[in-house]
Every structure is written in structure tokens, then in C-alpha cells.
Nanobody, 120 residues
């Protein structure tokens, strides 16, 4: 079992910045990808950014140039630096971990979510 603990959400004015963190712990064998999704009221959950192990980062078009995803492999932690925030970035942000088990199985883990609110 793997646990994800998120932190860093909050209320910020438009144009401001926030940094989200997500630390993974537990029985970690191999992490394929870590990433961030978000869900605004009345909308579907959408990918914000992801960072595969040894791969190329991927961003939603709406956040390119403003958000940066990074990962501390030793700490099993992923970060999302969010700059130039806009009111439309308001959502609950969820950490995501694509995990490979020792027996070849694969499981997707989710964090509990952290609220990001951007005021205009």
C-alpha cells in the first residue's frame, strides 16, 4: 500500500504563486509516473502536469509556461510550482502516482486533494 500526502494549497490573489507538494510513502517498489490533476466544481478531473521516471514532463496547454512540475526521487516527492495564477486555476488539486508492483502489476494511487483558490 502506498500513501500520498499533499500540502501547499490555499488562497492567493490572481498573479500570485503557490507551491504544492506530494510525498509518497509505504510499500513503494517502482514509480512509473507522478503527477497532478485538478477538478473544478461541475467539471471533470483533468491532468495538470505529470513527470514520468526518466521521461519527459507533460503539461496541460492551459498551464504551460506558468506551472512547473519537479520530483525529488530520493524523497519520493513531487512538486508543482504554480506562478501567474488565474481565477480559472481554482480547483481541488490531486496528486497521482502510477505504481508498478514487484509482480508486474500496476496500480494508480490518489492523494486526498488540496484546495487552491485564486481570487480576482
Amino acid at each position: 500500500q502506498v500513501q500520498l500526502v499533499e500540502s501547499g494549497g490555499g488562497l492567493v490573489q490572481a498573479g500570485g504563486s503557490l507551491r504544492l507538494s506530494c510525498a509518497a510513502s509505504g510499500r513503494i517498489f517502482r514509480i512509473n509516473t507522478m503527477g497532478w490533476y485538478r477538478q473544478a466544481p461541475g467539471k471533470q478531473r483533468e491532468l495538470v502536469a505529470e513527470i514520468p521516471s526518466g521521461g519527459i514532463t507533460n503539461y496541460a496547454d492551459s498551464v504551460k509556461g506558468r506551472f512547473t512540475i519537479s520530483r525529488d526521487v530520493a524523497k519520493n516527492t513531487v512538486y508543482l510550482q504554480m506562478n501567474s495564477l488565474k481565477p480559472e486555476d481554482t480547483a481541488v488539486y490531486y496528486c497521482n502516482l502510477d505504481h508498478a508492483n514487484w509482480n508486474g502489476g500496476r496500480y494508480i494511487y490518489w492523494g486526498q486533494g488540496t484546495q487552491v483558490t485564486v481570487s480576482s
